[in-house]
């Protein structure tokens, strides 16, 4: 039986973190990253987008959408003040980071935070469409659901998927015409091996800000998801000395 990821709350000491997770994914993603926050007595909230982590990889696309996930976003801010932290910092991975930027846009209170392999800058080519009906058609697989009825359900993912990366890209776009509404410094993660997003996505995010306001590692050798793969101690250290310069 496979248990299905839930929200994480870990509280620790009195600086909070936020780690929003990547499209198509769940906290799952912010597993390690929070467990060695919350080691270096850090409290850690990662919530699950909505529609996300369901079973049914449709529920994105007929639950989720910026508007609702930036609401999610909103309701993580809130939790944690409603809990009594009042130093935040928030951090996304992929799809998160876009959230992550607007909340440091929309919540000038926060303390800082920033973006993991994220497309804020959007140019070149991205995976993310065939990379959706993969992930979808490997969930159908491991719940028994194949032949006609697994078609059936991937054709109307492919129907409807546009939409949503269209509204994804929208978001992304107004988010990034308002990067000077930023005034914490912000942190930004990216491999250089990604085959999701564009490797130079993060460089382009750097260079939008001013110089001396961006804290910006680029990982060698690592793919898209930096919080797992061959680089997350690296980017574990790396958030761990940036939060030390911002609490």
């Not at 449709?58 to 809990?83: E, F, N, V």
């Not at 005034?183 to 085959?195: N, S």
């Amino acid at each position: 039986m496979i248990r299905k990821p839930a929200p994480l709350f870990f509280e620790e000491g009195p600086q909070a973190v936020i780690l929003l997770h990547a499209y198509s994914g769940s906290s799952n993603d912010m597993r390690i990253l929070a467990r060695r926050l919350q080691s270096e007595n850090y409290t850690v909230l990662a919530p699950i987008f909505t529609g996300h982590a369901t079973g049914d990889p449709a529920d994105i696309l007929r639950l989720g959408s910026p508007k609702q996930w930036w609401q999610d976003t909103q309701d993580a801010i809130a939790k944690l003040r409603q809990s009594g932290y009042q130093r935040i910092a928030i951090f996304g991975l992929s799809l998160g980071g876009l959230f992550a930027t607007r909340a440091l846009q929309e919540y000038p209170e926060l303390l800082g935070g920033g973006t993991i392999a994220s497309p804020v800058i959007f140019r070149g080519q991205t995976n993310v469409p065939a990379s959706f009906i993969q992930m979808a058609q490997a969930t159908y697989r491991e719940q028994n659901i194949t032949g006609d009825d697994q078609a059936q359900r991937v054709a109307w993912l492919k129907d409807h998927l546009n939409a949503q990366l269209t509204a994804i890209q929208a978001f992304t776009d107004t988010t990034a015409t308002h990067l000077d509404r930023i005034k914490q410094r912000v942190f930004i993660a990216q491999g250089d091996q990604d085959q999701m997003i564009d490797p130079r996505s993060g460089q382009w995010l750097a260079d939008a800000y001013p110089a001396n306001q961006t804290d910006f590692h680029e990982y060698p050798g690592a793919g898209h998801v930096l919080t797992v793969n061959s680089a997350h101690h690296a980017l574990e250290t790396d958030i761990l000395a940036y939060l030390q310069t911002i609490f």
